[in-house]
């Protein structure tokens, strides 16, 4: 069963068209990402499957049923723009947000308290939220969008604000909801994390669809035309313009886009040539970051 | 509608639990005693002893007379008057009047009476005292000189009379308040209550659909409108909302209401013991005056909270709200208006068409009822009217907020917000 299935969406803001024509499907128990430059229509398409928003044309069906007030129960949403009452204390806050969920006072107390241990707020219960840190207030958001566990869970952005640690947190836990069975949806710019961890994408741009499918498979028909290199001395022999078609610097690391047809090995051989000393030359599908930035670009061309 | 009622509850535990609403609940009540307190303590402390005080007679004959009728007696059964001197139509009147006024200030003298030589014509008479103006003394002066007075006229008209007192005591007036359902004797105070209560009305239809914007405006800019409105229909967040605010609003009325009942029933008891001496204040609140003081609560909260919370959905910051809540707080501000006349003629067709009008309805009909109770078909008009603006409002608040609850950042143009009804 689809989790999410959106069938000719569009919504209008004015004369600005955000989303046009779209048709996504999500499969049940994926983690999905939604990639997508800024002001391309992803928070719009994701808060129409929450109906924050109502599509002014085409249908959403969350879990097979037209989306209603007994289907938003089962989803849990984690958005962009992170804010929850100031004044309430943690506890309070969490138990209210999960009764409008369903779920019964006590059964909320319990996950709570389960959750704000588990995330190292044991003590910050009973403070105001506003007497958190925002980091602090970050996780308490997390977590007041999976207390109900929702069968689905939209995360806007989810890595934003977030220190190594905490990111890590929070990655061990998406995939092991992954594992339980709930379907995650995942808006990013980081194309790390999507590499890393998302079964499916579906790359949007100015409200089109522009790349869609199994993240492995999207990757493997690029097939490996990029090499990663890590090298300290001289650079020259990356001016190769036969055999090398475009590079991305990284400071010590530099990825290249070899030319259709090129021997990786003629490179290798240049390098050591020019006297640079490799610490890495690993032969590599094309980064997810490279494939937006061409679908992108062609796009926009 | 179970999410409705989590919101209401939300609204309504936030605000109660909070010191401001202790503060603002018990500051009226306390307020209102206090003032009573100070009045009774501030009142002049009776007469505790025998007034000294001497007669200037310039009119000859009678100084005796007056000093006769001044018999009154105080609690203890003291005289309250001692005539310690009398001074018949001296020679020089000006050095008697210095020699009085300095035993005055020396504290030999209380008080002095001057009967000017023409009284009988109809000249006053002067009193003389460190404090002139102590009611308690000079109504008993007024009445014996009054009566000496009349009795030296009637002596030279040559009638004489017995028992002048009895027959020049004052007539005392009942007011009765004749209204279209029946009668009512007038207590006096109409006028402060209706004013003191439809102010109390106007300063809580303000404060409480203010209260309501601020919730709004709260929700959008701490952003956690977006998983509210993930979780429960925009319109059942905004009644939820105005249903936990109005709850809080009533809980408040309530406790000012049982309040005014426990003054009323023991108000006479409480002013006995601060001053033994002062008549007893009266607190007449007619339940049903109370219960129409709630109704238009209600529906004034309603009715303005729907607009209050329009304007919180439609700006996202605090200055925003403060400009533009003003129109709907001029609305409010503009029903007392027309108190003046009100107040003078509360059946004039002005007032009538002014209390069906609903944005005064509120404040206006509530005015007109407790000073003269309207006829109930203009009351029943009133309210139905008030609860047709009410659900147009309602609708359009809810209109409104559904799409401006998620727009942050530059205000919209009112030809935006109307676009925006059409959304909807």
């Known amino acids: 069963m689809d989790a999410v299935l959106l069938e000719g969406v569009s919504k209008y803001y004015n004369s600005v068209t955000a989303v046009n024509h779209l048709d996504l499907r999500v499969g049940e128990g994926s983690l999905y990402g939604l990639l997508g430059p800024n002001g391309a229509g992803k928070t719009t398409t994701l808060r129409m499957m929450m109906r924050v928003l109502v599509p002014d044309q085409g249908t959403v069906h969350i879990f097979g049923e037209p989306i209603c007030d007994r289907v938003q129960d089962l989803t849990g949403y984690l958005p962009e723009e992170r804010g929850l009452y100031p004044r309430m204390k943690v506890r309070e806050v969490l138990r209210f947000l999960a009764a409008l969920k369903g779920v019964a006072e006590g059964e909320a107390n319990r996950r709570a308290r389960q959750w704000l241990e588990r995330l190292e707020l044991a003590e910050w219960g009973e403070k105001k939220v506003i007497d958190l840190s925002k980091g602090m207030q970050q996780k308490v958001q997390f977590i007041a969008a999976v207390l109900h566990q929702p069968r689905l869970l939209i995360l806007d952005e989810p890595f934003s604000g977030l220190d190594p640690l905490n990111a890590q947190v929070l990655k061990d836990i998406m995939l092991e909801m992954r594992q339980h069975g709930t379907t995650l949806i995942l808006s990013t710019h980081r194309m790390e994390q999507v590499e890393m961890m998302c079964d499916f994408i579906c790359l949007i741009h100015q409200g089109s669809k522009v790349l869609e499918g199994e993240l492995a498979a999207i990757k493997r028909s690029y097939g490996k035309n990029t090499l990663r290199i890590q090298y300290s001395g001289n650079g020259d022999f990356l001016n190769l313009s036969a055999l090398i078609e475009s590079t991305n610097h990284y400071g010590a690391m530099v990825e290249a886009r070899l030319r259709p047809g090129a021997d990786p090995q003629e490179i290798l051989k240049r390098a050591v040539e020019c006297g640079a000393r490799i610490t890495r030359f690993e032969l590599i599908e094309p980064p997810l970051n490279d494939i937006f930035i061409e679908k992108v670009s062609k796009a926009d061309a | ?424």
């Open chain 2, 1 to 424: 509608m179970r999410k409705l009622w989590l919101v209401a509850k939300r609204e309504y535990l936030v605000r109660v639990r909070t010191r401001a609403f202790l503060i603002s609940t018990v500051s009226l009540p306390l307020i209102t005693l206090a003032i009573l307190f100070l009045s009774l303590a501030l009142a002049r402390s009776p007469q505790d002893h025998p007034l000294k005080i001497a007669l200037l007679d310039d009119a000859g004959e009678l100084a005796g007379s007056v000093a006769k009728r001044l018999s009154g007696k105080l609690p203890d059964g003291r005289p309250a008057f001692d005539v310690t001197r009398t001074i018949n139509q001296p020679g020089q009147p000006a050095k008697a009047r210095d020699e009085l006024r300095a035993e005055l200030r020396r504290g030999q003298l209380d008080a002095y009476l001057v009967i000017p030589h023409d009284v009988l014509q109809g000249k006053a008479g002067e009193f003389y005292a460190k404090d002139p103006g102590d009611g308690a003394v000079t109504a008993p002066l007024r009445r014996a000189l009054t009566e000496a007075v009349v009795a030296r006229r009637l002596e030279q008209s040559g009638v004489h009379v017995d028992d002048l007192p009895k027959l020049l005591r004052s007539v005392d007036l009942t007011l009765v308040r004749v209204t279209g359902q029946g009668e009512a004797e007038e207590k006096g105070q109409t006028y402060l209550l209706a004013m003191a209560l439809a102010t109390v009305l106007y300063v809580t239809l303000l404060t409480y659909g203010i209260a309501t914007m601020r919730s709004i405006l709260e929700e959008k800019a701490t952003r956690i409108v977006e998983i509210l409105v993930a979780s429960i229909r925009p319109s059942q967040l905004l009644a939820g909302k105005i249903v936990g605010v109005a709850g809080v609003g009533l809980t408040q009325f309530l406790i000012w209401v049982l309040t005014a009942a426990a003054l009323g029933a023991y108000g006479s008891a409480i002013t006995k013991a601060v001053q033994p001496q002062a008549r007893p204040v009266q607190f007449h609140l007619p339940l049903s005056l109370l219960g129409y003081l709630v109704v238009f609560f209600l529906g004034g909260y309603l009715l303005y909270a729907a607009l209050y919370a329009a304007v919180g959905a439609v700006v996202s910051s605090e200055e925003d709200a403060q400009q533009m809540q003003w129109p709907v707080t001029f609305l409010v501000i503009l029903a007392f208006v027309p108190f003046g006349t009100i107040l003078h003629d509360p059946n004039s067709p002005a007032a009538i068409v002014l209390s069906l009008i609903p944005f005064f309805t509120p404040i206006l009909m509530f005015l007109r009822i407790a000073l003269e109770p309207p006829p109930f078909w203009q009351i029943a008009l009133s309210i139905g009217l008030l609860a047709l603006a009410i659900f147009g409002l309602i609708r359009f608040a809810g209109k409104v907020y559904r799409v401006g609850v998620l727009m942050y950042g530059k205000r919209p143009s009112l030809i935006e917000i109307f676009r925006w009804m059409k959304y909807s």
